[in-house]
């Protein structure tokens, strides 16, 4: 059977999610709401980053060698994966082309993608993912795989090649049997893309193309993101099997719980799990997104940007990733308390 060798089987009972046939948190509530079926996560898109331009490699270099390392960065990313889960964290959200390595950035001239121009897998950064999802499945972990980024897709020579890039990636997960990936085609599918396929008017396209993608018998649970505070169209509903959402640039809770409202609401949804893995906020306890979310029914991500320079943010290479600051460790407490993990 499809996958008997894996450790972690994420999949998807209605509107929430199970791993290895239970639901994830089952019998954990936080202040009287049930958070059984959520799949709280993080934004990590940058696992198994390196950067391919000679003239911006150096941008991130580390502050106690001078150089960057991809080899370094996939390493401590493993390494911290363990405290991730003691904590409460189920998904890392991460991409084959990785986020933009300052956070927010108007323009990307950085090389930054697993696929070669002709759309066929790098097969050095395709270890580095093996890696990550190996870490995961034995961590009992879930992966939000990314396939593009905006700012990245132009290193795709045409729209022949995204489809290869697409078929490829599908053809790897299969042959290497994950059972612990859900995918996401398109960051941000309504920004800024080059190719007419990556953008909302096409984009389910891909999405149907992956569904259409099985192997004895299993295939991955898709959907794409928009822009902050952006419901997907329905179209997009129609065709995913999660809804994925962002809080970037949502600052009263309130619009929160209203996105996952609009999104129950759609003449398309039917009852799937609807997921923000993206948010730039960190206010924790009450009045706050992450608590908005999970009153709503809905998982969270964290996505933490940095804060003074490159070493502190999640978002930035050489990142730190361990919980070393204040921020970070803010998120790890509160969701330590959210899930309970240990069962106090």
Not at 290 to 317: I, K, R, V
Request: proline share 6%; aromatic share 10%.
């Amino acid at each position: 059977m499809f996958g008997d060798q894996r450790h972690t089987h994420v999949g998807i009972d209605g509107d929430v999610f199970t791993i290895n046939g239970q639901r994830t948190y089952a019998g954990r509530t936080h202040e009287g709401q049930s958070i059984e079926g959520l799949l709280f996560n993080a934004r990590l898109v940058h696992a198994i980053f390196d950067d391919e331009n000679p003239e911006t490699v150096d941008n991130w270099a580390y502050p106690d060698t001078g150089e960057w390392d991809p080899e370094r960065n996939v390493s401590e990313f493993l390494g911290a994966m363990p405290t991730w889960r003691k904590h409460g964290l189920r998904a890392i959200a991460t991409n084959l082309q990785c986020g933009s390595p300052e956070g927010y950035s108007e323009s990307q001239p950085w090389t930054v993608s697993a696929y070669r121009p002709d759309g066929t897998l790098k097969p050095v950064w395709m270890g580095r993912l093996e890696r990550v999802l190996d870490r995961a499945d034995e961590l009992g972990m879930a992966v939000i795989l990314g396939l593009f980024y905006f700012g990245q897709d132009d290193v795709l020579a045409d729209e022949t090649s995204v489809i290869r890039a697409v078929d490829e990636v599908m053809a790897w997960l299969h042959e290497k049997e994950y059972t612990n990936v859900v995918l996401e085609v398109a960051n941000e599918c309504d920004i800024n893309y080059d190719h007419a396929i990556l953008q909302p008017e096409r984009i389910t396209e891909l999405i149907e193309r992956i569904r259409e993608t099985e192997h004895d018998g299993h295939r991955y649970p898709v959907g794409t993101s928009f822009s902050g505070g952006v419901v997907p169209t329905d179209d997009v509903i129609d065709a995913s099997d999660l809804v994925l959402l962002h809080g970037n640039n949502v600052d009263d809770p309130e619009r929160i719980r209203e996105m996952v409202a609009e999104v129950r609401s759609a003449p398309t949804y039917e009852p799937m799990p609807i997921v923000f893995n993206e948010d730039d906020h960190f206010r924790f306890g009450s009045d706050s997104n992450m608590l908005a979310a999970l009153e709503s029914g809905a998982s969270w991500g964290y996505f933490d940007p940095g804060e003074n320079d490159y070493w502190h943010g999640y978002q930035s290479p050489p990142v730190r990733w361990d919980p070393n600051t204040a921020r970070k460790r803010a998120f790890f407490a509160y969701l330590d308390g959210v899930t309970d993990p240990d069962g106090r």
